[in-house]
């Protein structure tokens, strides 16, 4: 190589370090930044940089090796290079955050998405509940007719009185109990008004409509008792019935959702369609037996509370308006597509 040659070499050399150099800088710069956040949590432009930068230096680095301008700095592209591809395709982490994204997230996002499913659940349901409840209080002997009169009679003596006057050994074992009897019949319900949705929806529909029915005929018939039997009752259901009620429906809302990919593939074949909505129906689900999960220790240890009525009405209160916060306005600051 003659001195010439070697001159414009180096000159080269240094013109392409001098106008590449700002890119380097700012991409090491990103891909630190990046590195301490959740992909989930990454702007747009910031993934719209690192990608095109990504692709740059990829571009320096063949650049570099095919002039052969030196280890040391192929070496340091090649690091910048491994960098970016371990920031963009790194693997999901396997740890609590994945749980923490998908109630914080991918749930009530998928709520949103599917509220047209929600809606559908929810009249399917409260129609037949405010309807039976007006039945029930006009005509308990109606409701004694279709819900049957030893189970009303029993509900309305037990909530006839306070159903524990001190916090004891004895509430604590009784509610222990209840409370995994809670967890096992309100799941059952609502994974019934899910799983039921596969047979395009009409099982949902059964389990919505009868459930409305049943439990708007409790309802009546209490409020057709008076007090004290009434504000024992409704003292008693108001802080767990937010998550309990709201999560059945949802799952309700998940079984149309799955009778929907079914009936209506679209441009989908029927198994992309199934596969498809099957996953956001497991979501829904999936969702909705965590809420229950809440339902049940609310309704095992604080529902039955020695406490004055009115703390519970106020704690009830604050449940229902953040369920309905959460689904209405979690997950809106990501910034990963609502879809």
């Known amino acids: 190589m003659t001195p010439q040659t070697m001159e414009g070499f180096a ?8 106008q590449r150099r700002s890119d380097w800088q700012r991409f090491e710069t990103l891909v630190s930044r990046l590195r301490a956040t959740r992909q989930r949590k990454w702007a747009s ?20 090796q095919s002039r052969e301008w030196g280890s040391r700095l192929e070496q340091y592209l090649n690091d910048l290079v491994a ?26 996002r998928t709520f949103r998405r599917r509220i047209g499913a929600f809606s559908l659940a929810l009249a399917l349901f409260l129609i037949p509940f405010l309807t039976s409840t007006w039945v029930g209080w006009q005509r ?21 009185e306070e159903l524990y006057t001190d916090m ?26 899910y799983a039921l949705g596969a047979f395009i929806g009409l099982g949902t529909c059964f389990i919505l409509l009868s459930n ?14 008076g007090p004290p039997t009434t ?10 019935g937010s ?33 498809h909505h099957g996953l956001e129906s497991l979501k829904l689900a999936l969702g909705a037996g965590a809420m229950l999960a809440i339902a049940a220790m609310l309704e095992g240890y604080f529902s039955p509370l020695p406490i004055p009525a009115s703390i519970k009405y106020v704690v009830g209160s604050c449940l229902w308006l953040l369920v309905i916060s959460y689904l209405s306005f979690a997950g809106r600051g990501g910034t990963a597509n609502e879809g």
Request: include cysteine.
């Open 11 to 18: 000159v080269n050399r240094e013109r392409f370090i001098r």
């Open 45 to 64: 432009r910031d993934v719209s940089d690192l990608s095109r930068l990504y692709r740059s230096i990829c571009y320096d680095l063949s650049l570099v």
């Open 83 to 108: 960098q970016g591809h371990n920031a963009l395709y790194r693997s999901a982490p396997r740890s609590l955050s994945v749980i923490w994204d998908f109630f914080a997230y991918d749930f009530p």
């Open 140 to 160: 308990p002997d109606v409701a004694e007719m279709i819900a049957g009169k030893e189970s009303l009679e029993a509900a309305s003596q037990n909530f006839g």
């Open 168 to 193: 004891d050994a004895k509430y604590a074992g009784q509610r222990s109990a209840m409370a995994g009897f809670y967890v096992k019949n309100n799941t059952g319900i609502a994974f019934q008004a």
């Open 212 to 225: 409305g029915i049943s439990i708007g005929m409790v309802t009546g018939y209490i409020l057709s008792a």
């Open 231 to 240: 504000e024992n009752f409704f003292s008693f259901v108001i802080s767990h």
């Open 243 to 275: 998550f309990e009620l709201t999560a059945i429906v949802i799952s309700g809302g998940g079984g149309f959702v799955l009778a929907h990919g079914i009936l209506f593939p679209g441009q989908r074949t029927r198994m992309d369609s199934l596969r």
